[in-house]
């Protein structure tokens, strides 16, 4: 049975952002350069920048441990990082322990004492172990000198808040993400924009994403936007919330997906309405941009894990050898659409398509070469 129409938050742009305090310029709709000037910084190869000065990461990591525990190890996404990161620690001579998992704070309780056993140099909370809900074991972990981090779990904006639980964190910049997201809306919708937001609340980067969202709706005198939330269950909820959605209101000319594996279960319920909605998203998972290739969705924001496990390393590295934390991983955003979705490979592979430039760049900042 599908939801209700009241089951759809309409957003009220207006009234929303003036009383969440975000004051922005309101740019026509008819005038879209804007919107083009914004994504094109991220439609070409991503370069190679370092995040601070170069150090001989062989030598810092002479003896030292490094305790990850990713979200769960049934995920590909945190899975996939914590396997670069592993891949990154033989080459620099770091022991690098992967805690295996299956999601739930009873095991990342469990891996975080076991840490704290091992006396390991640093523990980094892969995607998702919310340092929240582990306060307890972060303030034991400080307390015998072993730092924690969480890694690839919020937006640059929300570092201050990971430090009162008394973590560091490794970031990436998910407010620009969902920003391009409407960006890219409001050029294909030439500034008419229609959206219906389909996100995921209650973590941190969703709340980035949002505000990132909200933002660039701001921005926009012809875009107007709903939004249905699905905190868990997408499987057997987003199709038929979406076909709903889409039935009540045909003006939907955009579906934002905030994180691209929904796709799957939206282009079933724009195929089954007859909609012409366009649809995209982020995360660049790989059946998310095979789904670009075969024309079913416009566009993905991509993220090369294998660079995240390397950015990650070395953020934890500096860290564990008394350097200056790093604020900014430089962590790249990459857009797929139908003109470079094949550079991903047929079929997409993780990690493919967004060039090689970090493999020398790290290479040299760790003075490799």
Same mark, same amino acid.
């Given at each position: 049975?599908?939801?209700?129409v009241?089951a759809l ?7 929303l952002?003036?009383a ?18 914004q ?13 601070g ?8 990591a002479? %003896? ?6 990713p979200?769960?190890?049934a995920?590909?996404?945190t ?9 990154v620690?033989k ?5 690098v322990?992967?805690? $295996? ?10 891996g975080?004492n ?10 980094d909370?892969i995607a ?10 972060i303030k ?7 730092p ?11 570092s ?11 970031p990436?910049?998910?407010f ?15 500034g ?11 973590i941190m ?13 701001a921005k926009?005198? %012809? ?10 269950n997408?499987?057997?909820k987003i199709?038929?919330?979406? $076909? ?10 955009y ?11 939206v ?5 089954i ?7 995209g ?9 095979g789904?670009?290739?075969q024309?079913?969705v416009?566009?993905?924001? %991509?993220?090369n894990?294998?660079?995240?496990g ?8 500096r860290?564990?050898?008394g350097m ?7 962590i790249?955003l ?27 760049g ?8």
């Amino acid at each position: 049975m599908l939801p209700s129409v009241r089951a759809l938050r309409s957003l009220s742009l207006t009234l929303l952002l003036v009383a969440g305090g975000l004051a922005c310029a309101t740019v026509h709709a008819e005038s879209i350069d804007y919107f083009k000037a914004q994504l094109e910084p991220y439609t070409q190869k991503p370069k190679f920048i370092p995040a601070g000065p170069a150090f001989d990461a062989t030598a810092c990591a002479k %003896g030292k441990t490094l305790f990850a525990i990713p979200q769960s190890s049934a995920n590909p996404f945190t899975d996939t990082i914590a396997k670069a990161m592993s891949a990154v620690g033989k080459e620099l001579k770091l022991n690098v322990t992967v805690w $295996q998992n299956q999601g739930n704070r009873r095991e990342w309780v469990q891996g975080m004492n076991t840490a704290l056993n091992e006396k390991a140099s640093l523990i980094d909370l892969i995607a998702g172990p919310d340092p929240r809900a582990l306060v307890p074991q972060i303030k034991q972990a400080t307390g015998a000198g072993i730092p924690t981090v969480a890694s690839h779990f919020n937006g640059y904006e929300q570092s201050s808040e990971i430090a009162k639980f008394g973590a560091g964190d490794v970031p990436i910049d998910y407010f620009k993400a969902g920003s391009l997201l409407v960006d890219r809306a409001a050029v294909v919708t030439n500034g008419k924009l229609h959206a219906l937001l389909v996100t995921s609340p209650g973590i941190m980067s969703s709340d980035s994403m949002l505000n990132g969202m909200k933002t660039e709706l701001a921005k926009c005198s %012809g875009c107007t936007a709903k939004t249905l939330e699905f905190p868990d269950n997408w499987a057997s909820k987003i199709t038929p919330g979406v $076909q709903s959605a889409l039935l009540s209101d045909p003006s939907i000319n955009y579906i934002v997906v905030m994180y691209d594996p929904m796709t799957q279960f939206v282009v079933p319920a724009v195929t089954i309405t007859g909609s012409k909605a366009k649809i995209g998203g982020f995360n660049g998972t790989p059946f998310a941009i095979g789904l670009v290739q075969q024309g079913k969705v416009d566009m993905i924001i %991509g993220e090369n894990l294998d660079w995240i496990g390397h950015a990650i390393v070395d953020a934890d590295l500096r860290r564990i050898c008394g350097m200056t934390p790093v604020t900014n991983p430089q962590i790249p955003l990459y857009i797929f659409d139908a003109a470079n979705a094949g550079d991903a490979g047929t079929p997409p592979q993780l990690s493919k398509g967004y060039g090689d430039a970090y493999v020398s760049g790290y290479a040299k900042l760790w003075k490799l070469q």
